[in-house]
């Protein structure tokens, strides 16, 4: 086999080559470790992971979704929808907690099957329909919550997901690893992952090879939504709480995350890995300039150029080729 | 010999059109059935009802002895007929193995078995004598040639028994052409039959057993390749009598209007000089590969230059797409789908796109009168064939979308035009209508790059011949003083015939 007989320098070295992100990544990495005290400690490395974990499991949904060549952007508003589903259960309703987690998951799910439905059935361009599908559910739960915070004592029973460690490990920083050894081996190892690239590379292609490509699809944006549905309730259980706004914050992180990670936006291209790596390295940005003391005011022009950077390294390498 | 494949009084018809009138046709197990026809008699319709893409509007089709009427082409796969369209359908990020298993992975629970894909997949290729292809190459990387191969590869691990190739040599060359009929008389052996779709009559009478002729969507004849002609092939696909001679070419003028120095491009050619004068017509030729392509592009700023000039009308020109429309270089790409026509919009619009500034008033309105009088003009001048100029070009056929990514350049007055394959994948009518036109611009005083892999339209029409060997220039002949045997001892490099002195 000739991969293995590459020593390991080379093939870092490779991985690097492929993707300019990784090598800014590092940089920053080391530039960092040289100019604070504090970021190689254990407990700011975790706290950076634990920050990392809704972010990249969400982002495992949408990376799933671009590969087919589509774009989900209602994940957020999914991811924040399912929290108050969830919340508001347990606290309104008294469902057990457990239960109330399914539920949440499961409407995360089934918003993604009907994002899959439209994309497929009604033949909606991907983007439309999950804007549209945006739109209504952050109208639901602004109507629903009235502006209001919903919290309650039954939320403690949940707040070991973000709260918890095993170990020294704290649990979400687990379930992030866990999530992305699955789903690797989904998207390497298994028939549906083969056809989710095969789609996304050539959809008349797969279709003539007698895939049923509408049904893949849509399994596809239900499966986004699982993962979307169960971020709400990492989030709901680190907030210990559901507001109206609360997946606000993600759409641009999960997005950002998926593209600097190198997932062709026309589809069938890309490794999860880097999705990963990409979720941790937009951490880090943020974690970093905390801990240099950069003003908040600051930290938005600094974090978009970094990024910007990185993304025309990735760029500018694919064109040479 | 037992019937494979058994069409009954089929008919299609489009609005506007009868595509397809009453065909019948039997095709016996294991012959390789050729299937030739004009543009627009119909061949596309039959290979779409066949491979389940169009459902007839009547009439009724058997395949092994039972009803075949497969509601699209996935169904058609698994019963055992596999169609290889000219485009691909390829998953070019993809390697081999995930092609050659695509739809039918073998697997486990959902989990992939890539053992087993791999052996599937190389068993395929070893069957075609194709083992040299690496499975985990990605397919995108391959030549066409192999590309092919994996089309084919794909067909055998879903069984075929029917196997139809449109036009599966269009993009290939002499060498690949050959290793190709080996395969598929290699197929034959193995009992698969083979619908071979294509105009060029040279294959069918290298390869088929049978040939059958549609013209304006009636099938006129089916016959034992024994018992026809060329000229009766022609015939029968034309119903009229086309001659093989070209029309005598012009005389060129004097005056140069470009000139091509010391040109090199990193990878796909060196230091390449000639130029060209008003009137001429010059022809570059070479093998795939060759750099001639390449070349091509690289005139109109469609493939990057490292170093070398290029002389306008004697003033230095830097190649670019727009700079090249303002000073009146047209071209006519290669590729016509993705590059030499918009599908989506009418013939009207296609013509008159780079003609627009001058069709519109102040500040940038279009005069559609003057549009619609510049494509009318075009289309009449041109025979493009199309029911009306609101027509989308995607509904024309072949021959007549060239037709149109031609006119819209002569539309805008272009004095040099450069073409690429101008003729590849369009039947022997069309294409003698294109030399025609050529002959014509080239007697108005224009002058013509002609790219191309064909010899007899290279010699017949170019008044001087560039043949490319591996991106060099490896000999300049007079169009008048060459034949196909001399070019061919250049295109494959065997001998090199450096610049003759004499001036012209």
């Not at chain 1, 059935?121 to 739109?135: F, Q, W």
């Not at chain 2, 739809?103 to 083992?131: C, T, W, Y």
């Not at chain 2, 050619?269 to 060759?290: C, K, M, Q």
Request: proline share 3%; aromatic share 6%.
């Amino acid at each position: 086999m000739q991969s293995q007989k590459k020593n390991t320098r080379q093939k870092i070295l490779e991985i690097i080559g492929e993707n300019g992100f990784i090598l800014i990544f590092i940089l920053w990495i080391i530039f960092l470790s040289l100019t604070t005290t504090t970021f190689l400690k254990s407990q700011n490395v975790f706290t950076v992971l634990r920050q990392a974990a809704i972010v990249s499991i969400a982002a495992i949904g949408e990376m799933l979704v671009m590969l087919l060549g589509g774009m989900d952007v209602s994940i957020a508003a999914l991811l924040g929808f399912s929290g108050i589903v969830g919340v508001s259960l347990m606290v309104n309703y008294g469902v057990p907690p457990l239960l109330a987690g399914l539920v949440c998951v499961l409407v995360g799910g089934l918003i993604g099957f009907i994002n899959g439905i439209l994309v497929t059935k009604v033949r909606i361009n991907s983007v439309i329909a999950t804007l549209g599908m945006m739109t209504v559910l952050n109208g639901v739960a602004l109507a629903y919550t009235q502006g209001k915070t919903i919290v309650g004592p039954q939320l403690d029973t949940i707040a070991f997901l973000s709260r918890g460690y095993i170990g020294p490990i704290p649990i979400p920083v687990i379930l992030m690893f866990i999530f992305y050894i699955i789903f690797y081996l989904v998207l390497n190892k298994t028939v549906f992952g083969a056809r989710i690239y095969a789609i996304g590379n050539n959809e008349k292609a797969s279709w003539l090879a007698g895939i049923k490509v509408d049904r893949l699809k849509i399994l596809v944006f239900t499966v986004a939504g699982f993962l979307g549905g169960f971020g709400g309730l990492l989030q709901a259980s680190r907030q210990g709480s559901a507001t109206s706004s609360m997946g606000n914050e993600f759409l641009f992180p999960i997005l950002t995350a998926v593209i600097l990670g190198g997932i062709s936006l026309s589809g069938g291209k890309g490794k999860i890995q880097n999705t990963l790596i990409a979720a941790i390295f937009l951490m880090t940005i943020t974690n970093g300039m905390v801990l240099l003391g950069i003003s908040l005011y600051v930290q938005g022009i600094v974090s978009g150029l970094i990024l910007i950077i990185a993304l025309s390294l990735d760029r500018l390498r694919y064109r040479k080729r | 010999m037992t019937t494979i494949l058994s069409l009954k009084h089929i008919s299609r018809a489009f609005p506007g059109v009868r595509a397809l009138d009453d065909i019948s046709l039997d095709v016996g197990q294991g012959t390789i059935h050729a299937l030739v026809g004009a543009n627009g008699a119909g061949k596309s319709t039959l290979i779409k009802i066949l491979s389940g893409a169009l459902a007839p509007d009547a009439g009724e089709m058997t395949f092994r002895g039972a009803l075949y009427a497969p509601e699209d082409p996935s169904k058609a796969i698994r019963v055992g007929v596999s169609t290889i369209y000219q485009e691909f359908n390829l998953l070019t990020l993809r390697t081999v193995t995930a092609n050659i298993n695509l739809g039918k992975e073998p697997e486990r629970f959902g989990i992939l078995n890539e053992q087993v894909g791999r052996k599937r997949a190389s068993d395929a290729l070893a069957r075609l004598g194709a083992s040299t292809i690496p499975l985990e190459a990605t397919v995108g990387d391959l030549k066409v040639s192999e590309k092919q191969i994996i089309e084919i590869a794909k067909a055998l691990v879903s069984k075929c028994a029917l196997l139809i190739m449109d036009e599966p040599t269009a993009a290939l060359n002499e060498s690949e052409i050959n290793s190709l009929f080996r395969i598929i008389q290699d197929l034959k052996k193995q009992d698969v039959t083979i619908l071979y779709v294509s105009h060029r009559l040279k294959e069918i009478f290298a390869l088929a057993d049978v040939v059958s002729v549609l013209r304006d969507g009636k099938m006129v004849l089916t016959a034992p390749v024994t018992e026809v002609t060329p000229d009766s092939l022609i015939n029968s696909m034309t119903g009229r009598k086309i001659t093989g001679a070209f029309p005598e070419k012009y005389t060129v003028l004097e005056k140069e209007v470009l000139r091509v120095e010391n040109l090199c491009s990193p990878m796909a050619f060196e230091d390449i000089n000639f130029s060209i004068h008003r009137g001429e017509v010059i022809g570059i030729t070479g093998l795939a590969g060759s750099g001639k392509v390449e070349l091509g592009k690289a005139l109109i700023g469609d493939f990057p230059i490292q170093s070398g000039q290029i002389y306008l009308r004697g003033a230095p020109f830097k190649p670019s797409p727009s700079r090249a429309k303002e000073a009146q270089f047209g071209y006519m790409p290669e590729d016509r789908k993705k590059e030499g026509i918009l599908e989506e919009l009418s013939v009207q619009r296609n013509i008159s796109l780079p003609s627009l500034p001058d069709l519109s008033r102040f500040p940038g309105f279009i005069q559609f009168n003057k549009e619609r009088d510049l494509a009318r003009q075009e289309v009449d001048e041109l025979d493009i064939k199309t029911p009306s100029l609101n027509q989308l070009v995607r509904n024309l056929s072949g021959g007549n979308q060239q037709k149109v990514s031609l006119a819209k350049w002569l539309a805008t007055g272009s004095e040099i035009l450069l073409l690429i394959e101008p003729t590849q994948g369009i039947d022997v009518g069309v294409k003698f209508e294109i030399y025609k036109l050529i002959h014509k611009l080239s007697s108005q005083g224009k002058s013509i790059i002609l790219v191309s892999s064909e010899l007899s339209e290279i010699i017949s029409l170019a008044h001087s011949i560039i043949v490319l060997f591996n991106g060099r220039i490896q000999a300049e002949l007079s169009g008048d003083q060459t034949s196909e045997e001399e070019i061919l001892q250049y295109i494959f490099g065997q001998i090199k015939k450096e610049k003759s002195h004499e001036e012209r």
